[in-house]
């Protein structure tokens, strides 16, 4: 407890090796909060940075913490193709407004192996019209991966972009079975 009785806000991290490059997690006491991509030294010290200001804690290297350890589990059984979604608890501090509503919807909406276009992802959480505010929506995305914005494409059969490199989505539709494996 901090000196006002409140409980100290605690954020744990873990750097995992998986098929697109290390991935740092993130976890606070409400769940998994943020998945960064090509989790170098340097990045990852950028994201704790951000963690440290936007949650008022400096994030804690703690791989053996019961969430991360599931996290890490479910990661890797997805990576092996044993598992097709996930079942962990989600923090969602780092979003809201509209792009929450949008990665909820994608989180519940559109399961592995399949694809949503950004408009129709749009429509489907009432703004027709909004796929460009999808598009931000996707690129602020505080979970890839877990909150599974790879699978939002553009409707002319485009893959549309992606935080993690366009080869990193590429793998990861491959992967769930929605594009072809790639050649190199």
């Not at 996930?86 to 990665?103: A, C, E, K, M, T």
């Not at 019209?129 to 598009?135: K, L, M």
């Not at 553009?154 to 050649?183: C, H, M, N, Q």
Request: glycine share 14%; aromatic share 6%.
């Amino acid at each position: 407890m901090d000196s006002h009785g409140q409980d100290e806000q605690r954020v744990e991290w873990a750097v995992v090796g998986t098929d697109v490059g290390p991935l740092m997690l993130a976890a606070s006491r409400d769940g998994l909060v943020n998945v960064v991509f090509h989790a170098t030294d340097t990045v990852r010290d950028r994201a704790l940075e951000r963690l440290a200001a936007r949650l008022g804690a400096a994030p804690v290297e703690d791989p053996g913490s019961p969430l991360l350890t599931e996290a890490i589990r479910q990661l890797r059984a997805y990576f092996a193709g044993e598992r097709h979604d996930f079942d962990l608890p989600l923090d969602w501090s780092l979003i809201s407004g509209f792009n929450r509503q949008v990665l909820r919807e994608l989180a519940t909406g559109v399961p592995y192996g399949t694809v949503v276009g950004y408009g129709d992802l749009a429509g489907r959480v009432g703004q027709p019209g909004g796929a460009q505010a999808v598009g931000a929506a996707m690129g602020a995305n505080p979970l890839p991966v877990v909150v599974p914005c790879h699978r939002v494409v553009e409707s002319d059969g485009g893959i549309g972009g992606f935080g993690g490199g366009l080869e990193t989505k590429r793998k990861l539709l491959a992967l769930e079975g929605v594009l072809p494996e790639p050649l190199f």
